[in-house]
């Protein structure tokens, strides 16, 4: 069939959750069996959002082919289960960039270069690229921002003309605003929505369906009234109310018929989705059978979106080990002389990635709490090497080991620049990103997480964001003091035996890190391996750990 467009916009207000709706809607379509990709559109002027802080931003997400981009996509990438690409983030950066060097290369010769057509043509073909580099029937593409900002306005006028290019049998809009509620006057406010669909409107933008953001679920005669100012049939007016687990969104949604809403008007055949997978990932989350708490020890703890990926990969090994994660957030600073008994009671400690020295010693001595007592360790990037640094001290003999990234004149240098960074110029994009192979060694933990047979191929492919590696030149100090090198990338010069992609320690019941980023390709139906055996250790720690109080209350 011809490919399909489904647009998004967002009004009233921004953070609204349009990357929710739009991956509700990819999850309906793709239980229909769809084949569906997803494309996030980000006004501003910076070309990714590797150099974005994620206190403003949220975290960095890394595709498979090494962009860094909006953490929408990863948000698509867990909904609709796929991999996205770097054509599936377009930001207004990209757009200018590639016109003006078109420009300079005379490919404009004799014309003068302006928003319409250049601009809007460029965006129009990123949007039609991202669709046919995934093979989709159907894309999604949501407009970041909110309608009425100025930088949003080139990218509506091109959603606009792909209607026109399409079909109205192949195009469709979707307009998700805020729906307030005054407990004053205790009633909902519809005149937000109003406003909102007559600034779109005023683009030449009719939307076809409406999707109300409220705290809860709306009386019919507010979706009447609002169908009646916005020139939308009252049943094609929805109602995203908060929900306990965001993945209820989906059956919200398709019991208010979206789903046979978007097959009446692309044309679609009329099919029964197939949400069985989702029900049952609802009621382990409504009814675990068992609960465990995880303490995150990170540097961004005030803005958790900075660990979406990482939150949401822990809440996918606890539906697959039928328990309730509980996370609580420690800031690291706090750790670096506070005190580190408070993390005794948790029955697994996760450290992060991140950048730069702050609270780094508060997570070299969380390390180092959850290696003496025995309790399950996850380090992810930044926590491996801690680990790392925080075993070459305490256990190997190396003195004020350090990473240079902390201290260039540590004289153990167990974590280093990897040489390749040596001689790059500029942040944005230049990190060792994406999807690179791990070969896993036999007779390892890592080798039991992964599901991997003895005599089978043992690489597996994990996303990396990182500039700094274990220093080859201390891998055999750190062996013979008893750490376990379990996976290596192998193949790159100077590296010894390979560069050292994952740790862990004997006679440990969890204790494992990696320099790649597993919790950027969680699914809901395929939780990342290291992520469900961290709580699987957590929930047999926290069952070996009550059954010695009783113990001992018994006696």
């Given at each position: 069939?011809?490919?399909?467009?489904?647009?998004?916009?967002?009004?009233?207000?921004?953070?609204?959750?349009?990357?929710?709706?739009?991956?509700?809607?990819?999850?309906?379509?793709?239980?229909?069996?769809?084949?569906?990709?997803?494309?996030?559109?980000?006004?501003?002027?910076?070309?990714?959002?590797?150099?974005?802080?994620?206190?403003?931003?949220?975290?960095?997400?890394?595709?498979?082919?090494?962009?860094?981009?909006?953490?929408?996509?990863?948000?698509?990438?867990?909904?609709?289960?796929?991999?996205?690409?770097?054509?599936?983030?377009?930001?207004?950066?990209?757009?200018?960039?590639?016109?003006?060097?078109?420009?300079?290369?005379?490919?404009?010769?004799?014309?003068?270069?302006?928003?319409?057509?250049?601009?809007?043509?460029?965006?129009?073909?990123?949007?039609?690229?991202?669709?046919?580099?995934?093979?989709?029937?159907?894309?999604?593409?949501?407009?970041?921002?909110?309608?009425?900002?100025?930088?949003?306005?080139?990218?509506?006028?091109?959603?606009?003309?792909?209607?026109?290019?399409?079909?109205?049998?192949?195009?469709?809009?979707?307009?998700?605003?805020?729906?307030?509620?005054?407990?004053?006057?205790?009633?909902?406010?519809?005149?937000?929505?109003?406003?909102?669909?007559?600034?779109?409107?005023?683009?030449?933008?009719?939307?076809?369906?409406?999707?109300?953001?409220?705290?809860?679920?709306?009386?019919?005669?507010?979706?009447?009234?609002?169908?009646?100012?916005?020139?939308?049939?009252?049943?094609?007016?929805?109602?995203?109310?908060?929900?306990?687990f965001v993945y209820e969104v989906p059956e919200i949604l398709e019991q208010q018929g979206i789903g046979r809403f978007i097959e009446r008007r692309l044309e679609l055949e009329k099919v029964t989705p197939e949400m069985r997978s989702w029900q049952e990932a609802v009621r382990i989350l409504r009814h675990p059978s068992r609960a465990v708490t995880i303490a995150i020890v990170g540097k961004y703890v005030a803005m958790p979106d900075a660990y979406l990926s990482l939150m949401e990969a822990l809440k996918h090994a606890g539906i697959a080990n039928d328990a309730q994660v509980t996370l609580e957030w420690i800031n690291a600073e706090e750790l670096v002389e506070g005190d580190i008994e408070r993390l005794r009671p948790f029955d697994g400690i996760l450290v992060p990635g991140g950048f730069g020295i702050r609270g780094i010693e508060g997570k070299v001595r969380a390390a180092q709490f959850a290696r003496e007592n025995n309790i399950p360790y996850l380090g992810i990037c930044l926590g491996m090497q801690t680990a790392v640094i925080e075993f070459a001290r305490n256990v190997a003999g190396l003195d004020n080991a350090n990473s240079t990234e902390f201290d260039q004149y540590s004289p153990f240098p167990v974590i280093d620049i990897m040489p390749e960074q040596l001689e790059v110029e500029g942040l944005g994009g230049t990190m060792r990103l994406g999807n690179w192979p791990m070969q896993v060694y036999e007779g390892t933990l890592l080798e039991k997480i992964y599901g991997l047979n003895p005599g089978s191929n043992h690489v597996v492919q994990e996303r990396h964001r990182h500039r700094y590696e274990v220093n080859p030149a201390y891998v055999d100090a750190l062996k013979a003091a008893g750490l376990i090198v379990s996976g290596v990338t192998t193949g790159m010069a100077g590296r010894g035996e390979g560069l050292v992609e994952a740790m862990e320690l004997p006679n440990h019941r969890f204790f494992v890190g990696l320099q790649s980023h597993p919790e950027l390709s969680t699914r809901l139906m395929r939780p990342s391996p290291p992520f469900k055996g961290f709580i699987q250790a957590a929930v047999d720690y926290k069952c070996e750990t009550l059954d010695k109080e009783l113990e001992t209350k018994s006696k």
């Open positions: 069939m011809d490919t399909k467009y489904i647009f998004i916009t967002g009004g009233v207000v921004s953070s609204l959750g349009k990357g929710i709706a739009t991956s509700s809607i990819g999850a309906l379509l793709r239980a229909r069996a769809y084949k569906v990709s997803a494309v996030k559109i980000d006004p501003y002027i910076n070309v990714d959002a590797g150099t974005m802080r994620p206190y403003e931003h949220g975290e960095v997400f890394v595709t498979q082919d090494g962009a860094e981009t909006d953490l929408d996509i990863g948000t698509y990438e867990r909904f609709l289960d796929t991999d996205l690409a770097r054509g599936n983030n377009i930001t207004t950066g990209q757009v200018y960039q590639t016109v003006i060097e078109k420009e300079r290369r005379g490919e404009y010769l004799s014309e003068t270069v302006q928003v319409i057509p250049h601009v809007t043509d460029e965006i129009k073909r990123r949007i039609y690229e991202a669709g046919k580099q995934a093979g989709a029937e159907i894309v999604l593409v949501e407009v970041g921002g909110t309608v009425g900002d100025i930088e949003s306005l080139p990218f509506l006028e091109a959603i606009r003309q792909i209607r026109f290019e399409v079909g109205s049998e192949n195009s469709m809009y979707f307009h998700v605003t805020l729906l307030p509620y005054l407990g004053t006057s205790e009633e909902f406010k519809t005149k937000p929505t109003q406003h909102s669909v007559a600034t779109l409107r005023g683009v030449g933008i009719q939307p076809d369906g409406i999707i109300l953001r409220s705290k809860s679920s709306t009386p019919e005669e507010v979706r009447k009234k609002i169908a009646l100012f916005t020139n939308v049939e009252a049943r094609n007016v929805f109602n995203s109310y908060d929900a306990d």
